[in-house]
């Protein structure tokens, strides 16, 4: 796997906004939904989430930059690429010679395994074994990762509200989604997969946010366009109207004009460092097509006004 760093074309030191910004133009660049038919964009797309999931992580950004686990957020080798003392060309470095010694004068006879399990979960990196031919080790393969993709209602994703994921085989998991993610995310499940000698694969769940009647996203904030009546633009009044956290009352001013945009604070989407983006609501004027009362006004009254005066004409 690539540097994650490389692969969202960011520099080491670069700040969580600068990175998120960075993984949001690359998804949007190569989202499946997009690039169905694409396997080079569809795997741009999963080398982003991957990096994104490691370097959105305070915990494994730090490990990461120290050295401690590599671009796939596994643990790197903790004998740095090899070992010193001169193991017999071809020979298997971990053999035990008969004082309980290996060939490269590494004492396994004690407390070995306990090594290995505190660094590799329970489990020899190698195995139990070494490789037919006495020329290195292998490991025991994982599971297969399990793709799923998951549809989050709009309320839901604003709200960061726990979801349920039911996983081959029918078991149900709650899943907490992560605050300031969109449309494409992916998430890893540990251990969630299908099982394998070496322990269970990954769960990868690609969040999804539905589509919703009245409301639209522009990044962190909600947008809504609310129909108003003419006597309550006119005269003013208090409407009530929708957000994703329950109805409120929206206070309008006597002449409020149509297009006017009011700023609701905090109704919008959860973003990453706590906050909260904000709900806009822009006014419309909803005049009736055939009303003989306002047909009637209007016949007796002209606006004096050049309203069009701005546009040079």
Not at 90 to 108: A, H, N
Not at 180 to 205: C, I, T, Y
């Amino acid at each position: 796997m690539r540097d994650p760093y490389q692969v969202l074309g960011v520099a080491r030191g670069a700040s969580d906004a600068d990175i998120k910004k960075a993984y949001r133009k690359l998804a949007k660049e190569n989202h499946p939904d997009r690039n169905a038919d694409n396997a080079k964009k569809l795997e741009l797309f999963k080398e982003a989430n991957s990096a994104y999931e490691l370097l959105s992580d305070p915990d494994k950004k730090k490990r990461f930059d120290r050295g401690e686990i590599g671009p796939d957020g596994n643990p790197t080798s903790p004998f740095g690429g090899g070992f010193g003392g001169g193991a017999r060309p071809g020979g298997d470095p971990f053999s035990r010679s008969t004082r309980g010694q290996s060939s490269g004068g590494f004492d396994f006879a004690s407390g070995a395994d306990d090594l290995f399990s505190e660094l590799f979960g329970g489990r020899s990196p190698f195995g139990g074994g070494a490789a037919p031919g006495g020329g290195g080790f292998r490991t025991q393969p994982k599971g297969a990762d399990v793709a799923y993709r998951l549809l989050i209602s709009f309320e839901d994703a604003a709200n960061l509200a726990p979801q349920r994921v039911t996983l081959r085989g029918g078991k149900t998991v709650e899943l907490k989604l992560p605050a300031g993610f969109e449309s494409g995310r992916q998430l890893r499940m540990a251990g969630k997969g299908e099982p394998g000698p070496g322990g269970n694969g990954d769960a990868l769940v690609t969040l999804e946010v539905g589509r919703h009647k009245v409301f639209t996203r522009d990044g962190d904030d909600i947008c809504l366009d609310l129909p108003v009546s003419l006597d309550e633009a006119v005269n003013g009044a208090k409407v009530r109207m929708p957000t994703v956290t329950g109805a409120v009352s929206l206070t309008l001013p006597p002449g409020t004009t149509s297009g006017k945009v009011f700023r609701l604070k905090g109704r919008g989407f959860s973003r990453a460092d706590g906050s909260r983006g904000d709900q806009l609501v822009t006014v419309l004027i909803d005049i009736p097509a055939d009303n003989a009362a306002l047909k009637a006004f209007i016949d007796g009254w002209t606006d004096v006004r050049d309203v069009r005066r701005d546009l040079g004409l």
